[in-house]
Nanobody, 120 residues
Framework: QVQLVESGGGLVQPGGSLRLSCVTS????????SGWFRQAPGKATEGVSC???????FYTDPVKGRFTMSRDKAKKTTYLQLTDLKPEDTAVYYC??????????????WGRGTQVTVSS
């Protein structure tokens, strides 16, 4: 059974940084693309970034240049480095994996999320 557990969220001032982690169990990052999503209060879930098995990485436009996704296959962990945070980045952040190797597939395993709040 695949399980994903996020951590690293918190309260940060505008312009600050956080690093989110997602530990995967029950599978390996060699077999699945990984993604980060977020859901702000009252809004739909939004895709933030994705990394394919081959390492190709994609970002949604609002976070390009500010967020960086990475992974450590040995630790079965993906990361999302958030920098220059803005109040509009406030959301619950989720990690997820696809059943296959690319970012174009439907995500079928999700973590429970970690809250990021950007406020002064």
């Amino acid at each position: 059974q695949v399980q994903l557990v996020e951590s690293g969220g918190g309260l940060v001032q505008p312009g600050g940084s956080l690093r989110l982690s997602c530990v995967t169990s029950g599978t390996t990052l060699d077999d699945h693309a990984s993604g980060w999503f977020r859901q702000a209060p009252g809004k739909a879930t939004e895709g933030v970034s994705c990394m394919s098995v081959l390492g190709s990485t994609f970002y949604t436009d609002p976070v390009k240049g500010r967020f960086t996704m990475s992974r450590d296959k040995a630790k079965k962990t993906t990361y999302l480095q958030l920098t220059d945070l803005k109040p509009e980045d406030t959301a619950v952040y989720y990690c997820a994996t696809t059943p296959g190797r690319t970012c174009t597939e439907t995500y079928n395993n999700w973590g429970r999320g970690t809250q990021v709040t950007v406020s002064s």
